[in-house]
């Protein structure tokens, strides 16, 4: 079993920006890729973010190219996502995500832990 919360979040202006936390604890962190994921209201789950275990591959989401930025640290068991320039359609409740193996890291079926997330809102 893998424990993940996620800390972070809250009330942003448009332009601003938000570090989010994932911290882990239970089974080895670094054997586990992460992923960040969000969810506004009425809308499904989407992928932002994807790190793998060793911190050399990054996957990210069109709409977030060049504004967010995804990094883990394994001596401190965290995954973080830096968000910089943040737009109101980025509010939503942000996930962080566990896996050992998968190939479609884009799908949230393919993770095998979750946080219980926290919430993001972007004012204009």
């Known amino acids: 079993q893998v424990q993940l919360v996620e800390s972070g979040g809250g009330l942003v202006q448009a332009g601003g920006s938000l570090r989010l936390s994932c911290a882990a604890s239970?089974?080895?962190?670094?054997?586990?890729?992460m992923g960040w994921f969000r969810q506004a209201p009425g809308k499904e789950r989407e992928f932002v973010a994807h790190?793998?275990?060793?911190?050399?591959?990054?996957y990210y989401q069109d709409s977030v190219k060049g504004r967010f930025t995804i990094s883990r640290d394994n001596a401190k068991n965290t995954v973080y996502l830096q968000m910089n320039s943040l737009k109101p359609e980025d509010t939503a409740v942000y996930y962080c995500a566990a896996r050992i193996r998968g190939l479609t890291y884009y799908l949230p079926g393919t993770y095998d832990y979750w946080g219980q997330g926290t919430q993001v809102t972007v004012s204009s």
């Open positions: 790190i793998s275990w060793s911190g050399t591959d990054t």
């Open positions: 239970g089974r080895t962190f670094s054997n586990y890729a």
